[in-house]
């Protein structure tokens, strides 16, 4: 049975308290590996560790950071095919998820971070024959990096990344539910020449290792990703001490699809957007609003492909689906299927169990649903199900379609279907979303700003976004 260790101070280590806890496989149900109980003594010896790092790490340069960081992305790329096992089966995504999305987006954010840093640059402001401002953007000191289990080292990295590059030492929890890559990630770290304490990895569970980490009064800013209610939590610890706040929250995106779309791409971008990863990512749309000439064509096609998508052992190529990450996850995605009949909704298809093998009989897999038939203010249509579950609905008009998008407390992404140039772009300025894809879904420049409104979030992340918010600014005015 694997150990995960915690990464501290440059060494892999158990928890102080000597407490595990079980790592379930997804695909099988069964246990394969134990995870360290970390409390708050674990997260004091991560913070004193970053606190002593950071003095060397913050003025080494950021030529020598963009070294390092990169021979740690050079190494996980070398290592794809590891990582991308490893995270297969720590999650239950399946195997070509992790090759072409986790894992390449993984050393791809790291990359990215490492080169963004050479060429980040400040304000400076000409006060003509008085005197001249110049802003400073320094590394914050200690930060918190906690992140969920659904994308589990491509959203840890997008986090760390950017905190490394600019400077700061790091406290970071992953998901408990998904702990492998990270620990993977550890070991990286060392071989990569990370100097001790820089990055410090803590496991355990939320209420306990991630709480201590916002507590703690030397973390000074916390980018945090995973549900509504939990951001809500740590926004109540963190605000009455003044620290910095990333949130990136739940979503409940729609996707809105007009009679003049390419109807080839939207409907099979649309299959995708809404099964990738077992309908397991934040940016997957759920609510697919259709125009009502092209409804039952669009409904139809849509069923028919969701049919025939694979869903079975996570490990093999030939599946679209995996396994949904745990029991207790899987529970709740089929509580909303009783909630969408209950509501007068109609399962057009999926939604089934499956056993693919005596073997993975144990395993947590659902066919992917998509059900018709409900109100907008429905809770099916309201509330974050975050599976392999999506409703479709019809409207007439543009403001239908705008009113229908805009009704929810969530406001992460948004996909538009259309041809038309000037409606995509009236639309796409009254969409409550951070982000609005027109004709296309998951298109990512890691330049541009990443985040939701509403519920989803507050703050962005992504390109400068990220290195602002890792970095204190100071405005230093010199009088001639
Ligand atoms: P979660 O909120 O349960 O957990 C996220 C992380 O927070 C985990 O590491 C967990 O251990 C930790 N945590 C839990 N309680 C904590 C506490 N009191 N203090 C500190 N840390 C705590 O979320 P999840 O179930 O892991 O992930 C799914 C959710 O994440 C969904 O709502 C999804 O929409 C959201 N998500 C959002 C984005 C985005 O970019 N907006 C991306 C991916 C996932």
Known sequence: MIKIQNYINGQLAPA???????????????????????????????????????????????????????????????????????????????????????????????????????????????????????????????????????????LFTWKIAPALATGNCVVAKPSEMTPMTAFLLAQTCIEAGLPAGVLNIVHGLGPKAGQAIVEHPKTKAISFTGGTATGRTLARTAAPMFKKLSLELGGKNPNVIFADCNFEEAVSTTVRSSFANNGQICLCGSRIYVERKIYDKFKDELVRRTKALKTGNPADPENDLGALVSEQHRAKVMGYLD???????????????????????????????????????????????????????????????????????????????????????????????????????????????????????????GGTEALRFFTEVKNVCVSY
């Open 16 to 154: 102080l308290s000597g407490g595990w806890l079980d790592n379930y496989e997804p695909g099988t149900g069964q246990v394969y590996s134990h995870i360290p109980d970390s409390d708050a003594s674990d997260v004091q010896a991560a913070v004193d560790a970053a606190e002593a790092a950071f003095p060397t790490w913050s003025s080494c340069g950021v030529n020598e950071r963009y070294r390092i960081l990169h021979r740690i992305a050079d190494l996980i790329e070398e290592r794809l095919e590891v990582f991308a096992q490893a995270e297969s089966r720590d999650s239950g995504k399946a195997i070509t998820t992790a090759r072409s999305v986790d894992i390449p987006r993984a050393q791809a954010n790291i990359r990215f971070f490492a080169t963004a840093i050479l060429h980040f640059g400040a304000e400076s402001h000409h006060m003509e024959g008085q005197a001249v401002n110049y802003t400073l953007r320094q590394p914050i000191g200690t930060v918190g990096c906690i992140s969920p289990w659904n994308l589990p080292l491509y």
């Open 339 to 461: 909630i969408a009949k209950q509501e007068g909704g109609t399962i057009l298809c999926g939604g089934e169990i499956i056993k693919p093998s005596a073997e993975l009989s144990g395993g947590y897999y659902l066919t992917p649903a998509v059900i018709e038939g409900l109100p907008n203010d429905c809770r099916t249509n309201q509330e974050e199900i975050f599976g392999p579950v999506v409703t479709i609905q019809p409207f007439d008009t543009e403001e239908e379609a705008l009113a229908l998008a805009n009704g929810t407390q969530y406001g992460l992404a948004c996909t538009l279907w259309t041809q038309d140039i000037s409606r995509a772009t009236r639309m796409a300025e009254r969409l409550q979303a951070g982000i609005v894809w027109v004709n296309c879904w998951m298109l990512r420049d890691l330049r541009t700003p990443f985040g939701g409104v509403k519920n989803s979030g507050v703050g962005r992340e």
